[in-house]
């Protein structure tokens, strides 16, 4: 009998269920991919010799951890605040469409001693 791979195995799963840590677990991964983006960036630019500077060190794998670490930090944190924060808010109409009213009511004023609709 072959063992079953971890993903198959009952009670193991790789996304939860629960909505929240979903929506968590989604946007985490996509400040992971920005932070690794912007690293890859930088390296690829070499902004002020950064990756010359890096590589040169006795241990340019820390150096590269450290900063990926803190990209990751930054990254996924705000990623994950910001779909948090978007929680609560009201979904924008289909193009073309209106926000209930949203159109313009005519009112009456008094202006200089007459009467007259302003629009």
């Known amino acids: 009998m072959q063992p079953k791979p971890w993903s198959s195995m009952p009670g ?6 629960d909505p929240l840590y979903r929506l968590l677990l989604v946007n ?3 400040g992971v991919a920005a932070a690794l ?3 890859g960036g930088l390296l690829l ?10 590589l040169s060190d006795a241990s340019p794998g820390t150096a590269l951890a450290l900063l990926l670490f803190g ?4 990254f996924g944190s705000a990623a994950m605040g910001t779909a948090i924060m978007t929680i609560g808010r ?3 109409p289909p193009s073309g ?3 209930a009213g949203s159109d313009p009511l005519a009112v009456r004023a008094t202006v ?3 009467t007259a609709p302003i629009r």
Do not use: D, E, Q, Y
């Open 12 to 17: 193991v799963r790789l996304i939860p269920r």
């Open 28 to 30: 985490l991964a996509a």
């Open 37 to 39: 983006i912007l690293m």
């Open 45 to 54: 630019l070499n902004p002020a010799n950064l990756r010359g500077l890096i």
């Open 71 to 74: 990209f990751v930090i930054t």
């Open 90 to 92: 009201r979904r924008r």
């Open 97 to 99: 469409g209106k926000p």
């Open 112 to 114: 200089r001693g007459t």
